[in-house]
């Protein structure tokens, strides 16, 4: 790629920021909260779980740079482990960004549903709310991309917006949260609790590092990049700085104005803060552009999670309808409809928010800890790269030895809390592997 064509250090921190933040902060703020024991439990896990963003993200871009291929994320699974691994471990990813699809559009509808008070709203009018958005953006999708790309780079500005509108809130006037109880939430875990300290610390983080998700994408860019070996560590600081700091700032701002207590009993707790100090007309308008900031989620998803169904049917590992595309506007359609059904199914499956973050946070332990350990496979075979010039993080194998191992304290702490949960997505991996094997067998026969 020519240098002309390369991303420079600005836009490929802008790139680290983009993909990061999203609308979880708008909804995962008040689960954290709910499972944190103080107030330091609570920015403990949200700094920690900026850390381990950045652990990740190091680690994905030297991924990246030593193996750049297209759909990199699906490719390093298939030269990295054996065929069944790399299928089934890339079938609960593409089941976990359904869910988190699912999870969103859950955000989405909560806060709609907030614009008409006095109904006695349920789960399952708020799955309703939020299949109806699926099969919206289902249909946009089904135009082509030019329609959906355009779509997308409008909801982003209304999200950008949201999340700058809830850290102004911060240095506006309003009324102290209730004093009391934010003295009785900071009283100090003397050490002999350090056991449930840390078992609050796992599952308050199950929310944030859901919130802070997306920097796995890197591995998409680590050949894109000039001076890749400067570049690539200086924007991934940076992007991951700036992210921490906005959400840390809009955490604040809830802790600060709603106050830690009341931040567990809430679900739309942005809602809350808005109407604090813009009053309830502020908050609908907020909730209303919120919605359609979501939205932005459930799109992006929609357009990116049938291509990698497209690349494993080209790998031979998905039947070749999920390669065919529509002849009028190259639409994948048969993966973009089984992508969207199964959205739906796992949302009247689980049909709240919880249920769904951790069922998504146990299948990407999995994801995350198979990926990034393709790191030390890489070094290895492409050992004839170093001093090329490619992206070579510091600090290995420390940095990805701590991401790993998060990821297991991660799914340790789901399968504490949900065990249920936590056997269900075991199961969902073993399935995968089985219909692999079937699969196989069935196209050596050629039958």
Same mark, same amino acid.
């Given at each position: 790629?020519?240098?002309?064509?390369?991303?420079?250090?600005?836009?490929?921190?802008?790139?680290?920021?983009?993909?990061?933040?999203?609308?979880?902060?708008?909804?995962? %703020?008040?689960?954290?909260?709910?499972?944190?024991?103080?107030? +330091?439990?609570?920015?403990?896990?949200?700094?920690?779980?900026?850390?381990?963003?950045?652990?990740? %993200?190091?680690?994905?871009?030297?991924?990246?740079?030593?193996?750049?291929?297209?759909?990199?994320?699906?490719?390093?699974?298939?030269?990295?482990?054996?065929?069944?691994? %790399?299928? %089934?471990?890339?079938?609960?990813?593409?089941?976990?960004?359904?869910?988190?699809?699912? *999870?969103?559009?859950?955000?989405?509808?909560?806060?709609?549903?907030?614009?008409?008070? !006095?109904?006695?709203?349920?789960?399952?009018?708020? +799955?309703?709310?939020?299949? *109806?958005?699926?099969?919206?953006?289902?249909? @946009?999708?089904?135009?082509?991309?030019?329609?959906?790309?355009?779509?997308?780079?409008?909801?982003?500005?209304?999200?950008?917006?949201?999340?700058?509108?809830?850290?102004?809130?911060?240095?506006?006037?309003?009324?102290? +949260?209730?004093?009391?109880?934010? @003295?009785?939430?900071?009283?100090?875990?003397?050490?002999?609790?350090?056991?449930?300290? @840390?078992?609050?610390?796992?599952?308050?983080?199950?929310?944030?590092?859901?919130?802070?998700? !997306?920097?796995?994408?890197?591995?998409?860019?680590?050949?894109?990049?000039?001076?890749?070996?400067?570049?690539?560590?200086?924007?991934? /600081?940076?992007?991951?700085?700036?992210?921490?700091?906005?959400?840390?700032?809009?955490?604040?701002?809830?802790?600060?104005?709603?106050?830690?207590?009341?931040?567990?009993g809430e679900k739309e707790i942005a809602y809350v803060l808005i109407q604090t100090i813009f009053g309830k007309t502020g908050a609908d308008v907020f909730s209303f552009f919120l919605f359609f900031g979501v939205l932005a989620y459930v799109n992006a998803l929609l357009m990116s999670n049938p291509?990698?169904?497209?690349?494993?049917?080209?790998?031979?590992?998905?039947?070749?309808? /999920?390669?065919?595309?529509?002849?009028?506007?190259?639409?994948?359609? +048969?993966?973009?409809?089984?992508?969207?059904?199964?959205?739906?199914?796992?949302? /009247?499956?689980?049909?709240?928010?919880?249920?769904?973050?951790?069922?998504?946070?146990?299948?990407?332990?999995?994801?995350?800890?198979?990926?990034?350990?393709?790191?030390?496979?890489?070094?290895?075979?492409?050992?004839?790269?170093?001093?090329?010039?490619?992206?070579?993080?510091?600090?290995?194998?420390?940095?990805?030895?701590?991401?790993?191992?998060?990821?297991?304290?991660?799914?340790?702490?789901?399968?504490?809390?949900?065990?249920?949960? *936590?056997?269900?997505?075991?199961?969902?991996? *073993?399935?995968?592997?089985?219909?692999? /094997?079937?699969?196989?067998?069935?196209?050596?026969?050629?039958?």
């Amino acid at each position: 790629m020519s240098s002309k064509q390369q991303l420079n250090l600005f836009s490929f921190t802008m790139i680290v920021v983009g993909l990061v933040i999203g609308m979880g902060i708008f909804r995962s %703020a008040a689960t954290s909260a709910s499972h944190a024991i103080t107030p +330091a439990v609570y920015f403990t896990a949200w700094i920690l779980g900026g850390f381990i963003a950045l652990c990740g %993200a190091l680690t994905y871009a030297e991924i990246g740079s030593r193996y750049p291929v297209t759909g990199g994320y699906y490719k390093i699974f298939s030269y990295a482990y054996h065929p069944s691994i %790399a299928f %089934a471990v890339n079938c609960i990813i593409l089941i976990s960004n359904a869910a988190s699809l699912s *999870a969103v559009a859950l955000i989405g509808s909560g806060y709609i549903t907030r614009l008409i008070p !006095g109904v006695a709203w349920t789960d399952m009018h708020k +799955a309703l709310i939020s299949c *109806a958005a699926i099969l919206f953006f289902y249909l @946009v999708n089904l135009r082509g991309l030019t329609i959906s790309s355009r779509a997308q780079n409008i909801l982003m500005i209304i999200k950008i917006g949201m999340i700058a509108v809830l850290i102004l809130a911060l240095f506006l006037p309003h009324p102290p +949260a209730n004093a009391a109880l934010v @003295v009785e939430n900071n009283l100090v875990v003397g050490e002999s609790d350090w056991l449930m300290w @840390v078992k609050s610390l796992g599952t308050s983080l199950i929310a944030v590092c859901f919130t802070y998700g !997306g920097y796995q994408q890197t591995i998409n860019f680590g050949s894109e990049v000039s001076e890749p070996a400067r570049n690539i560590p200086r924007g991934i /600081f940076i992007g991951i700085g700036i992210i921490i700091t906005l959400y840390l700032l809009a955490n604040f701002s809830y802790y600060h104005i709603v106050g830690f207590q009341q931040m567990k009993g809430e679900k739309e707790i942005a809602y809350v803060l808005i109407q604090t100090i813009f009053g309830k007309t502020g908050a609908d308008v907020f909730s209303f552009f919120l919605f359609f900031g979501v939205l932005a989620y459930v799109n992006a998803l929609l357009m990116s999670n049938p291509r990698v169904m497209f690349a494993m049917s080209e790998e031979g590992v998905l039947p070749g309808i /999920f390669s065919k595309k529509s002849s009028k506007n190259e639409v994948l359609v +048969a993966s973009l409809t089984v992508f969207a059904a199964i959205c739906i199914v796992i949302l /009247f499956f689980a049909q709240t928010f919880e249920k769904i973050l951790n069922f998504t946070m146990f299948l990407d332990c999995f994801g995350m800890v198979a990926s990034s350990a393709t790191i030390f496979i890489l070094r290895k075979r492409t050992a004839h790269l170093d001093g090329t010039g490619i992206f070579k993080m510091k600090l290995f194998p420390l940095l990805p030895l701590l991401f790993m191992a998060a990821y297991c304290f991660l799914g340790v702490s789901i399968f504490i809390q949900t065990p249920n949960t *936590a056997l269900l997505g075991l199961a969902v991996l *073993a399935a995968f592997m089985v219909i692999y /094997f079937i699969f196989r067998r069935r196209k050596e026969e050629g039958v």
